[in-house]
């Protein structure tokens, strides 16, 4: 499994590793000197991991290379991990002494692994820059939403009924990464009737921080359509409650990752100024978010059906028009059975089949043993690991971008 991931994922574990090693030790232990040095080696070895990647499979030294960095790289994680969890519970000097000399050695192997790259002779490749996720927006083609018809109709008749007790009444939408929640939120936002009804309609991808001046901001703005850059708490306050005051708004906060009660209850106090009938949409992955902002149940977004599956996976597999190939077909049916109705593998695994037009290497897919695997600690679905895997090495570059999924469940 050393080829699996390791130029996507080595950033994201190791920032991880380093940040709680850090908070742990700092510079107590003079680790903090260690832990950047670490970070320079990372990055030389991330710079040819494209080609490592590559020439693993004609050569078993490289193939032997990338697993004992694979190893280190995990042992570092792993290490990290239970300092963070012993350190919650006890802090004796000697645990800290063994840590600190786990840590020197594993440093130490990184760097001997970081030497041996020398020769290899590797091709050194730049590696994308900005690893974060786009930030979503309210736009969406619905042709391209394929499914999620009735989902949309229950969400819709949800927002317009009126419920006399509530003037601002929230409505999470619950579900795993990559279900299709965003997708949802923009296809009911887009809706006619949903239009009609409400004046404002805001959207605001909140994502990592939930910042309540950074928020009120966003949310004047997309209610104005002019940028906000009012700093002082004291003017932002009136000009969000005046913004949305006596109006009946639909606002959505797409990606919330909030658990602080606190947070979230300040900024409904200023939204609650709205209109009767004014409406906030939350989506969030996680149940306990869901709780803490919600005032009606929670949508619990399920996976497509079989048929919108297929739908998804040929759109992408296929050319459009071109005639397709029935063995094909009755195998990427299968792979899609597979992928459980989440549209982001459907659509990973359909792109991924376009570039294979051979049934073997259709077979090969759908037999592959990494359909077995378990949701790994590293949160990846064997779809996505799949997908992965199969891609040659210059467009695992383009891995990064689901990234940002991964790490999101890694929290
Ligand atoms: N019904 C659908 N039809 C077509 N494509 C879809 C559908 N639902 C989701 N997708 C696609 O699947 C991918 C993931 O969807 P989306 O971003 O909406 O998921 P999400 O649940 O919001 O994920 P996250 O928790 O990471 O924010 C996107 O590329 C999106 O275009
Ligand atoms: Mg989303």
Request: proline fraction near 3%; charged fraction near 30%; aromatic fraction near 8%.
């Amino acid at each position: 499994m050393a080829d699996v991931l390791l130029s996507a994922l080595l950033p994201v574990v190791m920032k991880k590793a380093a940040d709680r090693l850090l908070q742990q030790f700092g510079v107590i232990w003079g680790m903090e000197e260690k832990l950047e040095k670490l970070e320079r080696t990372l990055s030389a070895i991330l710079s040819v991991l494209g080609d490592a990647e590559q020439r693993q499979v004609k050569d078993p030294a490289v193939k032997r290379w990338l697993a004992a960095l694979k190893d280190a790289v995990y042992e570092a994680d792993d290490m990290s991990k239970r300092v963070r969890s012993f350190f919650s519970v006890h802090n004796p000097v000697w645990f800290r002494f063994k840590m600190g000399q786990k840590l020197k050695e594993i440093v130490q192997k990184i760097d001997e692994i970081a030497a041996e790259r020398i020769r290899f002779g590797f091709t050194v490749t730049t590696q994308p820059q900005n690893r974060d996720r786009p930030q979503s927006h309210s736009y969406i083609d619905e042709s391209n939403v394929i499914g999620r018809e009735k989902d949309k109709e229950k969400i819709v008749k949800l927002l317009l009924d009126h419920d006399r007790n509530q003037n601002v009444a929230v409505l999470p939408i619950v579900g795993m990464g990559g279900l299709g929640k965003t997708t949802l939120a923009q296809f009911v936002y887009r809706d006619k009737r949903v239009e009609k009804h409400f004046q404002p309609l805001i959207w605001v991808c909140v994502s990592d921080e939930f910042d309540i001046a950074k928020l009120a901001r966003a949310i004047i703005a997309s209610a104005t359509g002019t940028e906000c850059q009012e700093s002082n708490m004291e003017l932002l306050q009136r000009r969000l409650r005046e913004v949305v005051s006596g109006k009946r708004y639909l606002l959505v906060l797409d990606d919330v990752w909030n658990e602080d009660q606190a947070k979230w209850d300040e900024l409904k106090t200023l939204l609650g100024t709205g209109g009767e009938g004014s409406r906030i949409i939350v989506t969030a992955r996680n149940e306990q978010v869901s709780s803490i902002m919600g005032t009606l149940d929670a949508y619990l977004l399920k996976g497509l059906t079989e048929d919108d599956s297929w739908t998804l996976f040929r759109k992408r597999a296929f050319e459009e028009g071109a005639e397709e190939h029935q063995n094909l077909v009755s195998i990427g049916k299968e792979i899609v059975k597979k992928c459980g109705g989440l549209p982001l593998a459907v659509k990973a695994l359909g792109s991924l089949m376009h570039s294979k037009s051979q049934k073997k290497e259709w077979l090969s897919v759908r037999d592959s043993e990494i359909w077995d695997m378990q949701v790994g600690e590293d949160g990846i679905l064997p779809a996505l690991r799949l997908s992965y895997s199969h891609l040659p090495s210059h467009l695992k570059q383009c891995f990064a971008f689901f990234v940002p999924y991964f790490r999101r469940i890694m929290r």
